[in-house]
């Protein structure tokens, strides 16, 4: 294996979406960290008045106006390098492993937009937590899927 370095359209191609999954996974775990503590900021401030948004409700909407445009990039970015691996033949030479593997992290990130969506639109805190969960766990199961991902030369 030889390893090197090209600071081309590809590495901004894969720049671009690395950064949006982060944002998308990384943001979800670390609101999931904070929400205690805005409950407990809610709590100590006692009964809000009519009509006003929680501060937990306020973060998460903010949440939401920066999560969901890097969502849409991930998919702009994956299908961009969806069309670079097709038009460079590279979809015919990859394994069925591979090609399976990347169906399921497809249906991973469908699985994670809707599990979000849900969440968002959840009434009860339990329903709430669920789609919470399967938005994140989704999105962490297509994660380690991608990071498996192996490319080589052909022999
Ligand atoms: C939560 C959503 C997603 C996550 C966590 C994710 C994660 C990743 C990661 C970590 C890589 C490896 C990047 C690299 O090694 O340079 C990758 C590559 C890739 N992703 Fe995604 N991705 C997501 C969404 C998508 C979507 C929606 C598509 C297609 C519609 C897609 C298509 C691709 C393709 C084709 C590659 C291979 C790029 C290449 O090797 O040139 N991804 N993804």
Redesign the pocket.
Known sequence: MIRDFSLDI?AL??FL??V??SV??GGQIVVAGLIPLLRKVDRSAGPLPEGEKSVTQKAAHRFGRISWPF?AL??I???W??G??VANDEWTSSTSAWKIL?FV??A??AA?GVGAWLHTRAQRAPERALFASVASLT?LA??LI??S?Q?SLPA
């Open positions: 590809d191609r894969g979406h690395l949006s999954v998308w996974v969502f991930a998919i970015t994956g299908l390098s969806l670079e691996v990347f992290k497809i991973l990130v994670s999105a297509a994660l991608a990071a991902f490319s």
